[in-house]
């Protein structure tokens, strides 16, 4: 097996496999959103069609929701999976930001956030979707003055406690609505199978590393989730380490000379931690920075070779290797589709 082109095929980034948005993130499990604008071409350019208005209807009817889970970043889940997720995540994300907190020496007591719960869920309520700006305005109509970092955690709060979740997708801002009231049904070890399942089958081969960094859950329910679906995995080894390949793994369907231009933060590369698979050691500052900050980034024939400018007026790209000569037919094409999306 090419560990390279299954990973291509599996994350739909070649012979993508679904129609609509929301059927490529539920597929996907979870997708890091980290950027607002460039989220919506990590999504389309994984569907048979990509939209713009295909992506807005999803996530304005909520069918796909913008959250803070793993990690303590952004993710984009579907809808239908909102409850089960957020089961499994909530805890977990809720240490990450009260570390970050005590970290920055910030304390919110309880009572600050149950009068500030107040506010916003009013101001959800009374516009429907909202931003930050909205919140911000509503303090200080009650005389409340809170700087830009300790609404954040506010928000954040009211996300994990189920009180907020996306708004309607805006041009540049991150809105918010009152989430729906949908209670989980699901019991724990059923949702522990379902996202490995996810994982494995949209990110395959993958390594037990790579699930614990990706799902951000403690390594016990790592290990508890792939037991869970133990007979639909097999083990390959690559190199010297060992790999999970999930048994609907897609290994036809490749087409050689096949260019991408990936938006920071996408899945292809923050979904793992074997990175030098599709990434040369040489070039890993090229596509992140030891902070966690990820580039924009060319994938041919899915080798990262390459950096690109998502949001200049005409197309500019540097390959890492001066003499590498690719024909930019491919990138120049996909780069007009992207900005129909974005």
């Not at 913008?66 to 805890?91: E, K, N, S, Y």
């Not at 409340?144 to 506010?154: A, E, F, G, Q, T």
């Not at 016990?220 to 609907?248: A, M, P, Q, T, W």
Request: aromatic share 10%; glycine share 6%.
């Amino acid at each position: 097996m090419n560990p390279v082109r299954a990973r291509l095929l599996n994350q739909q980034l070649v012979a993508p496999q679904f129609s609509s948005p929301e059927q490529v993130v539920s597929y996907m499990g979870a997708m890091q959103a980290q950027d607002y604008r460039l989220m919506r071409w990590a999504v389309a350019m994984r569907t048979k069609k990509p939209s713009s208005e295909a992506f807005r209807k999803a996530f304005d009817s909520g069918a796909i929701v913008r959250q803070h889970l793993m990690r303590g970043t952004w993710q984009l889940i579907a809808g239908q999976d909102w409850p089960w997720i957020m089961g499994l995540c909530v805890p977990k994300a809720k240490a990450v930001i009260t570390g970050w907190m005590h970290a920055n020496h910030i304390d919110i007591p309880q009572d600050e956030q149950n009068r500030i719960r107040e506010i916003i869920v009013q101001t959800a309520a009374d516009k429907g979707s909202v931003t930050e700006q909205d919140f911000n305005q509503a303090l200080l109509e009650k005389d409340i003055v809170m700087d830009k970092h300790r609404l954040s955690y506010h928000i954040r709060f009211n996300e994990l406690s189920g009180v907020l979740c996306s708004g309607n997708l805006d041009s540049r801002k991150a809105t918010y609505r009152l989430a729906p009231q949908v209670k989980n049904t699901m019991e724990r070890d059923e949702s522990l199978a379902l996202l490995a399942r996810r994982y494995f089958q949209s990110r395959c081969p993958a390594t037990f590393e790579d699930y614990v960094w990706w799902s951000g859950l403690n390594t016990g329910d790592c290990r508890r989730g792939i037991e869970l679906i133990r007979n639909e995995l097999h083990v390959e080894k690559i190199g010297e380490r060992e790999f999970y390949v999930h048994d609907s793994c897609r290994t036809r369907g490749f087409k050689k000379d096949t260019n991408l231009l990936l938006p920071p933060f996408d899945e292809y590369l923050i979904g793992y931690k074997s990175r030098e698979i599709v990434l040369p050691p040489e070039h890993r500052h090229k596509a992140h920075n030891n902070s966690g900050i990820f580039y924009p980034v060319i994938a041919h024939d899915g080798i990262i070779c390459g950096n690109w400018s998502p949001f200049s007026k005409k197309p500019q790209f540097e390959f890492f290797d001066e003499k590498a000569g690719y024909d930019l037919t491919d990138e120049l094409s996909v780069f007009r589709i992207f900005q129909e999306i974005v």
